[in-house]
Protein backbone atom coordinates (compact mmCIF):
# COMPACT_ATOMS: atom_id res chain seq x y z
CA UNK A 1 0.00 0.00 0.00
CA UNK A 2 2.61 2.36 0.69
CA UNK A 3 4.76 1.76 -3.21
CA UNK A 4 1.37 3.17 -4.38
CA UNK A 5 1.68 5.99 -2.09
CA UNK A 6 4.81 7.26 -2.71
CA UNK A 7 4.92 6.27 -6.67
CA UNK A 8 4.67 9.63 -8.58
CA UNK A 9 2.31 9.72 -11.25
CA UNK A 10 3.15 13.19 -13.06
CA UNK A 11 6.24 11.24 -13.94
CA UNK A 12 4.13 8.10 -15.53
CA UNK A 13 6.89 6.93 -17.88
CA UNK A 14 8.29 3.09 -18.06
CA UNK A 15 11.74 3.29 -17.52
CA UNK A 16 12.33 -0.25 -17.75
CA UNK A 17 14.03 -2.85 -20.51
CA UNK A 18 12.73 -6.09 -20.23
CA UNK A 19 14.31 -9.06 -22.27
CA UNK A 20 11.20 -9.15 -24.28
CA UNK A 21 12.62 -6.12 -25.91
CA UNK A 22 16.13 -6.78 -26.32
CA UNK A 23 17.10 -8.73 -30.00
CA UNK A 24 18.19 -11.71 -29.67
CA UNK A 25 18.87 -14.57 -31.88
CA UNK A 26 21.35 -15.88 -34.43
CA UNK A 27 18.88 -15.27 -37.49
CA UNK A 28 17.29 -12.20 -36.09
CA UNK A 29 20.91 -10.36 -35.98
CA UNK A 30 21.12 -12.35 -39.73
CA UNK A 31 18.24 -10.22 -40.94
CA UNK A 32 19.02 -7.35 -39.53
CA UNK A 33 22.81 -6.97 -40.87
CA UNK A 34 21.78 -8.28 -43.71
CA UNK A 35 19.18 -5.78 -44.53
CA UNK A 36 19.29 -2.28 -43.16
CA UNK A 37 19.56 1.25 -42.60
CA UNK A 38 22.29 3.09 -40.65
CA UNK A 39 22.82 6.29 -39.23
CA UNK A 40 25.87 6.61 -37.01
CA UNK A 41 27.63 9.14 -35.19
CA UNK A 42 31.62 9.13 -33.92
CA UNK A 43 31.70 6.21 -32.13
CA UNK A 44 28.13 5.00 -32.46
CA UNK A 45 26.05 3.42 -35.09
CA UNK A 46 22.46 2.89 -35.07
CA UNK A 47 21.21 -0.27 -37.93
CA UNK A 48 17.72 -0.83 -38.21
CA UNK A 49 15.29 -2.95 -40.21
CA UNK A 50 11.13 -1.85 -40.44
CA UNK A 51 8.94 -4.80 -41.09
CA UNK A 52 5.20 -3.66 -42.11
CA UNK A 53 4.02 -6.97 -40.12
CA UNK A 54 3.76 -5.33 -36.43
CA UNK A 55 4.12 -9.03 -35.02
CA UNK A 56 7.77 -8.51 -35.62
CA UNK A 57 8.02 -6.80 -32.75
CA UNK A 58 9.99 -3.79 -32.06
CA UNK A 59 13.31 -5.18 -30.18
CA UNK A 60 16.60 -3.16 -30.44
CA UNK A 61 20.23 -4.89 -29.34
CA UNK A 62 23.47 -3.75 -28.31
CA UNK A 63 26.48 -5.00 -30.02
CA UNK A 64 30.67 -4.68 -29.16
CA UNK A 65 32.44 -6.14 -32.19
CA UNK A 66 35.49 -8.14 -30.81
CA UNK A 67 37.63 -7.31 -33.58
CA UNK A 68 37.58 -3.73 -31.97
CA UNK A 69 37.26 -4.21 -28.56
CA UNK A 70 39.50 -7.71 -27.13
CA UNK A 71 38.67 -7.47 -23.59
CA UNK A 72 35.46 -9.46 -23.42
CA UNK A 73 35.14 -7.19 -19.71
CA UNK A 74 35.15 -4.22 -21.56
CA UNK A 75 32.63 -5.28 -24.56
CA UNK A 76 30.19 -5.97 -21.51
CA UNK A 77 30.49 -2.80 -19.87
CA UNK A 78 30.07 -0.45 -22.71
CA UNK A 79 27.22 -3.21 -23.84
CA UNK A 80 26.02 -2.33 -20.15
CA UNK A 81 26.59 1.52 -20.68
CA UNK A 82 24.49 1.40 -24.27
CA UNK A 83 21.71 -0.36 -22.88
CA UNK A 84 21.39 2.07 -20.01
CA UNK A 85 21.38 5.03 -22.41
CA UNK A 86 18.96 3.71 -24.64
CA UNK A 87 16.64 2.48 -21.35
CA UNK A 88 16.67 6.32 -19.79
CA UNK A 89 16.23 7.60 -23.73
CA UNK A 90 13.00 4.53 -25.10
CA UNK A 91 10.67 7.03 -24.66
CA UNK A 92 11.43 8.80 -28.39
CA UNK A 93 9.99 5.81 -29.50
CA UNK A 94 7.58 4.98 -27.00
CA UNK A 95 4.45 5.99 -28.15
CA UNK A 96 5.44 4.93 -31.91
CA UNK A 97 6.13 1.19 -30.67
CA UNK A 98 2.51 1.29 -28.53
CA UNK A 99 0.26 1.98 -31.78
CA UNK A 100 2.14 -1.15 -33.08
CA UNK A 101 1.61 -0.20 -36.73
CA UNK A 102 5.05 -1.81 -37.51
CA UNK A 103 7.81 -3.59 -36.89
CA UNK A 104 11.51 -3.35 -35.80
CA UNK A 105 14.07 -4.76 -35.32
CA UNK A 106 17.44 -2.77 -34.46
CA UNK A 107 20.71 -2.71 -32.68
CA UNK A 108 23.36 -0.19 -30.97
CA UNK A 109 27.06 -1.00 -31.79
CA UNK A 110 30.05 1.37 -31.06
CA UNK A 111 33.82 1.23 -32.45
CA UNK A 112 35.32 2.90 -28.99
CA UNK A 113 36.80 0.96 -26.56
CA UNK A 114 36.30 3.99 -24.00
CA UNK A 115 32.53 5.17 -23.51
CA UNK A 116 31.25 6.43 -20.61
CA UNK A 117 27.52 6.92 -19.87
CA UNK A 118 27.60 10.60 -20.47
CA UNK A 119 29.49 9.95 -24.33
CA UNK A 120 27.01 7.22 -24.79
CA UNK A 121 24.28 9.26 -24.07
CA UNK A 122 25.24 12.39 -25.86
CA UNK A 123 26.21 10.74 -28.65
CA UNK A 124 23.35 8.76 -28.87
CA UNK A 125 20.52 11.10 -28.55
CA UNK A 126 20.88 12.37 -31.78
CA UNK A 127 20.24 9.44 -33.88
CA UNK A 128 16.99 8.68 -31.41
CA UNK A 129 15.90 11.87 -33.04
CA UNK A 130 16.72 10.72 -36.51
CA UNK A 131 15.61 7.52 -36.10
CA UNK A 132 11.97 8.65 -34.73
CA UNK A 133 11.19 11.19 -37.38
CA UNK A 134 12.22 8.04 -40.20
CA UNK A 135 9.90 6.08 -38.48
CA UNK A 136 6.92 8.43 -38.36
CA UNK A 137 7.88 9.32 -42.39
CA UNK A 138 7.42 5.32 -42.37
CA UNK A 139 4.18 5.02 -40.42
CA UNK A 140 2.17 7.82 -42.43
CA UNK A 141 3.36 6.06 -45.38
CA UNK A 142 1.77 2.72 -43.95
CA UNK A 143 -1.52 4.50 -42.17
CA UNK A 144 -1.33 6.26 -45.61
CA UNK A 145 -1.48 2.84 -47.59
CA UNK A 146 -3.41 0.84 -45.71
CA UNK A 147 -6.30 3.35 -45.40
CA UNK A 148 -6.08 3.37 -49.74
CA UNK A 149 -5.87 -0.22 -50.49
CA UNK A 150 -9.23 -1.21 -48.88
CA UNK A 151 -11.05 1.33 -51.50
CA UNK A 152 -8.50 0.24 -54.05
CA UNK A 153 -9.33 -3.57 -53.31
CA UNK A 154 -13.30 -2.54 -53.75
CA UNK A 155 -12.76 -0.96 -56.81
CA UNK A 156 -11.51 -3.82 -58.44
Given at each position: ??????????????????????????????????????????????????????????????????????????????KRIL??????????????????????????????????????????????????????????RRVG????????????
Amino acid sequence: MKKAQNRSDLNNCDFTLPRTKILRGKRNFERLFHKSTVLSNQSIQFRYRLYQNPSEGCLIGFVAPKKRIRSAVKRNRIKRILREAYRLNQNYFSDLFNKKTFGLHAVFMTNSDEMSYERAEKEMLPILEKARERFMEFEKRRVGFSSESPRNESEQ
